[in-house]
Structures are given as structure tokens and as C-alpha cells.
């Protein structure tokens, strides 16, 4: 008896010892290596633009050395571009319920239908959205999906009531978003401005930031007279638009609202990728990156997010605003 137990303890159990700490050694190297990747690959900062020319038609044809990109003012390498990226679009559709869109709401609804049809239709199988609606509070009724009969049946079921949480649905739908892959966006359709939010203008603006998603507004406008307007709230979403490279649309229901979801679609079939590594730039005290997009021709206009949150002085370790890297941008570096 006593033999039997020395050789489960001896020898053979030497063996396994040494093995169990090889594999714990190899796994601590893995794990370590891993780490290394994660925190170079946290540096890597993307951006959509669209480019115009003076007619205002989309420019879809430049190649990366027409492109300049400054990060609080200093000059970056891209190392990252794509012309008509095909990388697949995660679409948070946030739309307004609140008892003022009583009157539009079928119609509205009704042109949100047709943007899906046109957007499903084309571009990549892998494109999504997610529904939301909002009025006092926040409703997610579809996670990220591509099909479009899932989310008309829950379109089916809004109904107007209540208040405006506008920048708490951007602010919680901007936590979804910043979880996928690819391109991120999120179109708004609302008629005016924030009346019941937890969250502040600020507050919803920098973490669509941080998700790294392009702000549409879609402004439904049934009352040209100012007097009868939240032009504070307009002005809000438009502010939120240019600082995210996305731009605002003011239509009316009908035929204007289907072609400002046109010019979204086509937006999106024409966007420029480009990435760059931060280099040489002196933190400050804000976390805050500026960055300015520019084109070397000065007939056309550029439209991309004016900044990322990133370096600040005192900060240690990766920042957390950065963008991830993904193998496919890894592939684009050259």
C-alpha cells in the first residue's frame, strides 16, 4: 500500500507538477502577449468622412494622399483608408413618441419603413439596426438585427404619449452601439428638443463620442413658424450632427422626408475610413482630442467628427476613448 502511494506521489506526480507549471507559464506568456496586443491596438483612431463639392453633390472618387489629418493640430500619418468602406453599418434608429408626434407619427413611421427596405437592400448582409422609440422614457424594442419584418412589427405597436427623453435616449443608445464592429450611427427622428432627460446636452453629445457613432438628425418640422418651434432643440441636434460628422435634415412628412432618408443612405454608401496612430501629440489638461479632417482640393468640403477622447496630462495607462483595432484595419495598415 504504502509503494502504491509513493509512486502517486513520487515520480509520476513529479511529472505532473513540472508539466502543470509549464502550462501555467506558457498560459501567464499567452496572457501577457495578449495584453501587449490590446494595449497597441487601443491607439488606433478611426474616422468616417463624406466629402462634397461646391454643388453639393457626393465626391466618392479621392485616394488617401488628397486626405490631411490633424490631432490638436499636429499633422498624423493615416494608415488606415478605405474608399466606399463596405465595413458593415450598425444603425440605432431612435424615434421620437412623445405627444407632440401624434399628428406625423403614422407618417413618419411610414418613410422609416421604406429608408429599411433601401437599406437592407443593399450593401452589406451584415449591416443592423436596432430600434428604439422614446417619449418620458426609453423603449428598446429590437436589438441589433437585419430584419426589417422584426422591427416594422414593433414599429406597429407606438403609440404618442408624454414627454421628450431625447438625450437620454442617445446617451443609452450610444452604450449599444459602441459594442459593434464596423460603422456606427444613429439616426434620430424627433420634432423638437429635450423635455424630460436625466442626462444633459453634454453628457449625451460625448458618449455618442466615446461610442464613436455618427449623429443623423432627422427634424420634423410641421410648424415653419418659429415662434411655434424649439429652435433651442433644433440647434442642439444640429450641433450634435456637425461634431459627429453626420448632418441634420428639416423636412416635412411626405415626399421630403423619404428623400432626406435617401440622402442618409447615400451618405452611408459613400463614406471614407480613414485611421491614424496619434504621434508627437503634447497631452493638455482635456482629455479632448480636436481633430480636423482636410482635403488638398479647395473646391470641396469635408465632414467627419471634430474629435476622440484620448491622452490627457497626468493619465496613466491606455486611454479609454480610443477606437479598438480590428484584424481588418491591422490588414489596411501599409
Known amino acids: 500500500m504504502a509503494k502504491s502511494g ?35 491596438n487601443v ?5 468616417l468622412a463624406t466629402v462634397k463639392n461646391s454643388a453639393g453633390d457626393m465626391v466618392g472618387s479621392l485616394a488617401r494622399e488628397d ?3 490633424l490631432d490638436n493640430g499636429v499633422p498624423q500619418q493615416i494608415a488606415v483608408f478605405e474608399r466606399h468602406t463596405e465595413q458593415p ?16 407619427l403614422k407618417y413618419e413611421l411610414e418613410s422609416v419603413s421604406r429608408f429599411l427596405k433601401a437599406l437592407f437592400g443593399s450593401g452589406n448582409p451584415e449591416d443592423a439596426v436596432a430600434l428604439y ?22 414599429m406597429k405597436t407606438f403609440r404618442a404619449e408624454a414627454g421628450t427623453a431625447l438625450y437620454d435616449a442617445i446617451y443609452l443608445a450610444s452604450a449599444d452601439v459602441e459594442r459593434r464592429e464596423g460603422r456606427r450611427v444613429m439616426i434620430v427622428v424627433t420634432d423638437g428638443g429635450d423635455t424630460t432627460s436625466v442626462k444633459g446636452f453634454h453628457q449625451a453629445l460625448e458618449a455618442a463620442q466615446m461610442a464613436d457613432a455618427v449623429i443623423y438628425p432627422v427634424l420634423i418640422i410641421p410648424i415653419t413658424n418659429p415662434a411655434g418651434r424649439n429652435t433651442g432643440g433644433e440647434n442642439a441636434l444640429s450641433n450634435m450632427a456637425a461634431a459627429t460628422g453626420g448632418r441634420v435634415f428639416a423636412p416635412t412628412v411626405g415626399p421630403a422626408l423619404d428623400a432626406a432618408f435617401a440622402e442618409i443612405i447615400k451618405d452611408l454608401r459613400t463614406q471614407y475610413l480613414l485611421g491614424f496612430y496619434p504621434k508627437a501629440v503634447p497631452p ?10 482636410r482635403v488638398r482640393r479647395p473646391d470641396l468640403r469635408v465632414s467627419a467628427r471634430n474629435g476622440y477622447y484620448g491622452d490627457a496630462e497626468g493619465d496613466s495607462g491606455p486611454p479609454g476613448g480610443r477606437i479598438p483595432v480590428s484584424p481588418q484595419d491591422r490588414k489596411q495598415e501599409k
Open 6 to 40: 509513493w509512486k502517486e506521489s513520487g515520480v509520476p506526480m513529479l511529472r505532473r507538477l513540472i508539466a502543470l507549471s509549464f502550462g501555467a507559464t506558457l498560459a501567464l506568456a499567452l496572457q501577457a502577449q495578449q495584453e501587449t496586443v490590446i494595449r497597441v
Open 43 to 47: 491607439e488606433l483612431v478611426r474616422v
Open 67 to 69: 486626405f490631411e489629418i
Open 89 to 104: 453599418l450598425s444603425v440605432a434608429l431612435l424615434v421620437d413618441t412623445s405627444g407632440s408626434t401624434g399628428k406625423e
Open 133 to 154: 422609440s422614446f417619449n418620458w422614457q426609453i423603449t428598446k424594442h429590437n436589438s441589433f438585427t437585419h430584419n426589417q419584418g422584426s422591427i416594422e412589427r414593433s
Open 284 to 293: 493638455t489638461a482635456n482629455r479632448f482630442h480636436r481633430i480636423e479632417v
